[in-house]
């Protein structure tokens, strides 16, 4: 990821919006497809696909030399984004467009989660309290107890904790490694684990399918790209918040074209999500800002 020259807010947001569109176009690109195809086979095929995109970059990273540390965190980001992609596919599949969206938005607060307790980050009393929000928000959408918690619901849920994993070790292969190798090694570590467990559920494929799925691919690189853009032209305090609209875009697609019933306590759970996260992030910059302010401060600043 490279460094932000200026902050430039409405450039954020555009590009915000433009990703978060993008990626409700993957959203509904997979729910077309549904159940014609098995999940594994879907996954591997959109994949596959994207694969074309980054085969230019394939042969300069097999010889950067990179060490086998870094290829071990490379193989098992792979096999958590496997996993993730797999359950995605299927709950996509099942579970009305806006729900997946909203549950999915919990992967940021497990990473906060895990940053307090697995990297010696700590859990400070707010960080403690967007956890307990975003939990409540999730409850919200999902209601267990008053309707049932279908496999797709469970499906969501594992896939949004194994993604979270794939981010942290991203996160931790981001002071190592180029952006463009990471994203690249994603796709073709994903085509390489998705391979073997699509052959065993494998059925013909149809021209359209194809067609759809390759849609998705562009969809999918668009939205990535776009969310890059967006983070090096201004602060997550400003492009965070957008992407709560990806939620009633989902809604609207899930309602205009595949006929579901726009759920008003999805909106509001999920909008609590987003809310807890953005709160967060908004008081993690105003800290740092504070601390850099203090260290201008103490050195004299820049003229010193």
Sequence with gaps: MWERRADRPVAGMIWMLVSGLAMVGVNGVVKHVGTSLPAPQSAFIRFAFGAVFFLPMLLPILRAGYPAAI???FALRGVLHVAAVILWFYAMARV??????AIGFLNPVIVLVAGGLLMGEGLSARRVMVVLVAFAGALIVLRPGL???????WAQMGATLFFAGGYILAKGLSA????????AMMTFTSVIGLWPVALMVWVPVEAWQLGWLAAGAGFATLGHYAMTRAFAAAPLAVTQPVSFLQILWSAALGAVVFGER?????ILGGALI???IS???RAGAAARRAIREADGAGTGGPGA
Excluded: K, Q
Aim: aromatic share 6%; hydrophobic share 50%.
């Design 96 to 101: 009305p467009v806006a729900e997946v969206s």
């Design 279 to 281: 709160v967060n992030i």
């Design 274 to 276: 987003i809310g807890a």
């Design 71 to 73: 290829w071990r965190l």
């Design 262 to 266: 726009i759920d008003p306590w999805v």
């Design 147 to 153: 309707r049932e918690i279908t496999p797709g619901h």
């Design 176 to 183: 190592r490694v180029p952006a463009g190798v990471i994203v």
